[in-house]
């Protein structure tokens, strides 16, 4: 069993940074991979990025690479998103999650944060 807490939302203009952080509990976090998903109006939620349960398996999106980073620290039981180079179109609810191992597949995640509002402005 996994609590997911996502924070660190905000508004920020176009070309900013904002650092979302994920904290999870229950001991089983070491041993899950963590995924970003964001979703914004009107369109239908999206993989963003996720990590290993280790740290050494990452993989993005094409529409962030190079702008996001994904990162986790075990022993803080927290999963971070680093966002560079913000651009309007990032603008969403972003929302953490949990899965046996990595996926970009949504079904494939058991648990979910109740999500956190990232706001770009041009």
């Known amino acids: 069993q996994v609590q997911l807490v996502e924070s660190g939302g905000g508004l920020v203009q176009a070309g900013g940074s904002l650092r979302l952080s994920c904290a999870a509990s229950?001991?089983?976090?070491?041993?899950?991979?963590m995924g970003w998903f964001r979703q914004a109006l009107g369109k239908e939620r999206e993989f963003v990025a996720d990590?290993?349960?280790?740290?050494?398996?990452?993989y993005y999106a094409d529409s962030v690479k190079g702008r996001f980073t994904i990162s986790r620290d075990n022993a803080k039981r927290t999963v971070y998103l680093q966002m560079n180079s913000l651009k309007p179109e990032d603008t969403a609810v972003y929302y953490c999650?949990?899965?046996?191992?990595?996926?970009?597949?949504?079904?494939?995640?058991?648990?979910w944060g109740q999500g956190t509002q990232v706001t770009v402005s041009s």
């Open positions: 999650a949990a899965a046996p191992g990595t996926s970009r597949i949504q079904g494939e995640y058991d648990y």
């Open positions: 229950g001991r089983t976090f070491r041993n899950r991979a």
């Open positions: 990590i290993s349960w280790s740290g050494g398996i990452t």
